[in-house]
């Protein structure tokens, strides 16, 4: 089975997950966001602190989060992730993270904001208030419960802290030693000098009526009135789905206590496993929403300029092959381009076979393959051989996967992009053509990755879906159906790939002077061409590059390109 291999998975959709998402989504990241939907302050009735979202409920604002990450083409999946391990990496991606339901993403990188289980005290009543008028947070609720009557649960030495922090805000804080000991000495005298009530004994229970908190009652029976309590609980962070990559919690301290645990990472979320990135809660406990959706934005830039370095290493790697390797823009003795399209293992056309021997070979039109065969036959090569240099720079930074090439010509993308990886279907409607492909192919050994198919594309068109689609010059002196072709081309793009059209945008310096009449379909009437759907493409680049290259007899001068790129959402 072939998956869509996504940028960056990010497990977790709370205030950290959709902050990284939005930002990686702005940088054209093909981001998928699993979220189980169970963010650690679901009980809470109101965010707090947040800079122009004071007071809005978390639910709210987390579906004001989701609509704004998918205006940038982030896909939002509802599900509940149970695994994440090593992939092969054959197809690009590093990472295979396995859902509750039996789905399975492949990733580049990973970013993990699932946040953290909030472990309470054994104390009866507790877990029904929590949220409301039992906290853990002065910053997130203290003042909701502002000169209330406040106990604070002594668990360790935080207690003394949390109680000063209480005591900025109401008259009436008591401090109930519970299962914590008696206090230092140093302690009680500082909660004494700002007027704490110490209370000895363990709390049993919290007691309310009419929904609204009353009283803390010790095991002695006593009852303390109280109208908020506060509690600092065990912090569990929703990571075990990360043991497969080796990727295990540490404990998590703060003022000599351990508090819970975490998964460590450096100051930019990242983790000891190269490309997993984490943000929010499950990283840092502490931090509340803001805090968390900053951390997600900043692990986001981390690991954007992880893969951007990646994707400069790649592209660095194919100019320099390029630069040994033989391209189809350059021709040897004429400016016009053939048409062809892409492989899947396994089909190879023998030199000697007839021309209805390859697959796709049932509709030609006659006019049309001699016209072509004439120009194949008239020279041993028309074409330089090296890669189009728009299809190296674009695919050179992409992971490699399934690829159509239409008008494959001599084989010079095809054989390309086989060296990099990827399972090229390349179709042309010359058996000249394809059998000059074939034979380059296999003296570069990589025919074992090449489908090569014969086809007139004005009649018929390669079956199945890619995750590239490249048209690099196809175009034709002779009567072609150049919108049906282009549509059919995006049709043939899969989920997440990409279409890549690149077209003369004007004669080159040599050719016959009555060329320069010519005008090309600049690059936005080419997508007006497409008839795209803007909510399930996303435009990539639409612009008229310049290249520096060599005509027939050796001339030289600058060739304007048009290019489009658009991505299947």
């Known amino acids: 089975m072939t998956y869509q291999v996504h940028d960056v998975v990010v497990v977790g959709g709370g205030a950290a997950g959709l902050s990284g998402a939005l930002a990686l989504g702005r940088f054209r990241r093909d981001v998928v966001v699993v979220d189980a939907g169970t963010p650690r302050n679901a009980p809470a009735g109101h965010v707090h602190n947040f ?43 590093r990472f295979a993270v396995t859902l509750a339901d039996g789905r399975t993403l492949r990733a580049r990188r990973l970013l993990v904001t699932t946040g953290l289980v909030d472990e309470l005290p054994d104390v009866a009543g507790l877990a029904g208030r929590w949220g409301r008028d039992a906290l853990h947070c002065p910053y997130c609720h203290g003042w909701e419960v502002r000169d209330r009557a406040v106990g604070v649960l002594a668990t360790g030495p935080m ?29 009680a005298e500082r909660l004494a000098a700002r007027g704490v009530t110490v209370v000895d004994g363990e709390v049993a229970a919290v007691e309310a009526a009419e929904d609204r908190l009353t009283g803390v009652r010790l095991r002695s029976g006593a009852v303390v009135p109280r109208q908020a309590v506060v509690v600092l609980p065990r912090f569990t962070a929703r990571a075990g789905f990360l043991a497969g990559l080796g990727l295990a919690v540490s404990e998590f301290t703060a003022a000599g206590q351990v508090l819970g645990e975490h998964v460590a990472a450096d ?14 809660n499950v990283t840092d406990p502490q931090a509340t929403v803001i805090a ?48 062809s399209t892409v492989p899947a293992p396994g089909s190879r056309r023998p030199a000697d076979a007839p021309d209805g021997d390859l697959p796709g070979d049932g509709s030609v039109d006659e006019a049309t393959a001699r016209h072509w065969e004439e120009l194949y036959r008239a020279r041993d090569r028309v074409w330089s051989g090296r890669a189009n240099p728009h299809l190296v720079e674009i695919a050179g930074a992409l992971p490699a996967g399934t690829v159509l090439d239409l008008g494959c010509g001599e084989g010079g993308d095809t054989v390309w992009l086989a060296r990099q990886g990827w399972r090229v279907t390349a179709v042309d409607v010359s058996t000249t053509a394809l059998e000059r492909a074939t034979a380059a192919a296999t ?26 689609v490249s048209a690099q010059f196809l175009q ?13 081309a995006a049709r043939a793009v899969a989920p997440g790939g990409r279409l890549l059209v690149v077209e003369h945008g004007a004669a080159p310096p040599w050719s016959n002077a009555a060329h320069h009449h010519v005008r090309f379909p600049t690059p936005a009437e080419t997508l007006a061409v497409l008839d795209l759907d803007p909510d399930r493409w996303h435009t990539e680049r639409l612009d008229a590059p310049r290249r520096q290259a060599t005509g027939p007899n050796g001339e030289t001068g600058t060739l304007i390109d048009h290019l489009v790129l658009v991505r299947r959402r």
Do not use: C, I
């Open 292 to 339: 968390a959706a900053a951390g997600g934005l900043k692990a986001a830039a981390a690991l954007n300029a992880d893969l951007v370095a990646e994707e400069t290493d790649r592209a660095v790697a194919a100019r320099r092959a390029a630069a040994t390797t033989p391209s189809d823009t350059t021709p040897t003795s004429t400016d016009t381009t053939p048409t």
């Open 443 to 468: 003296a570069e050994g990589v025919a074992a990755l090449v489908d090569f198919q014969r086809h007139d594309l004005a009649r018929t068109f390669p079956t199945g879906r890619f995750d590239l």
């Open 51 to 93: 800079l122009t979202s004071e007071g809005m409920p978390p639910a709210e604002l987390y579906a004001t989060g989701r609509a704004e990450v998918a205006r940038y083409g982030v896909s939002l999946l509802d599900g509940t992730v149970s695994a994440a391990q090593p992939a092969d990496g054959a197809d690009g991606a």
């Open 159 to 187: 207690a003394t802290h949390q109680a000063l922090l209480f005591r900025q805000l109401t008259d009436d804080v008591v401090v109930f030693t519970h299962t914590a000991g008696p206090l230092p000495d140093d302690d």
């Open 476 to 488: 034709s002196p002779l009567d072609f159906p150049r919108t049906e072709v282009l549509r059919a």
């Open 267 to 280: 100051a930019s979320g990242a983790t000891g496993v190269p490309g997993v990135w984490v943000a929010g």
